[in-house]
């Protein structure tokens, strides 16, 4: 499994899944919100609970399956990618809220920024960029 400073760990039926940020999940959100700043806004004020459990599955099948893709570039070994269906089956709604924070950790650890200071020393951590 991957670095733990990239993404968040979350349990699906009997496995468990790095959920990362990446620059391609970050194109896919922008295509479906109008971008990052825009996907808590829908999360929020979705019509109807349906409607947030829908959007909630599709954010973590999607974050989820970058784990899987960044694994699968990186070794011969192939896992298969999660697909919605399998979240929505594996999953309870009792499960998906805590998923939601999971959700706001991985999109903080993708957005964060470290800068290295001049006198060598500290860094310092922005949150995420709008």
């Known amino acids: 499994m ?3 400073d990239r993404g968040a760990v979350i349990k699906i039926g009997a496995a468990e ?6 620059t391609k999940a970050t194109k896919e959100i922008a295509k479906r919100y109008g971008g990052l700043e825009s996907l808590g806004d829908k999360l ?3 019509e109807n609970f349906e409607m ?3 959007e909630v599955v599709w954010l973590i099948t999607l974050l989820a399956n970058q784990g899987i893709l960044i694994h699968n570039l990186q070794n011969e070994e192939k896992q298969a990618l999660l697909t919605e269906e399998a979240v929505e089956l594996l999953t309870s709604p009792f499960d998906l809220a805590d998923y939601k924070n999971a959700i706001m950790e991985a999109m903080f650890k993708g957005t964060k920024r470290y800068v290295e200071s001049e006198d060598g020393g500290s860094s310092s951590k922005n949150g995420i960029v709008g």
């Open 2 to 4: 991957m670095d733990n």
């Open 17 to 22: 899944y790095m959920m990362v940020l990446t």
């Open 44 to 46: 929020m004020k979705s």
């Open 52 to 54: 947030a459990l829908d």
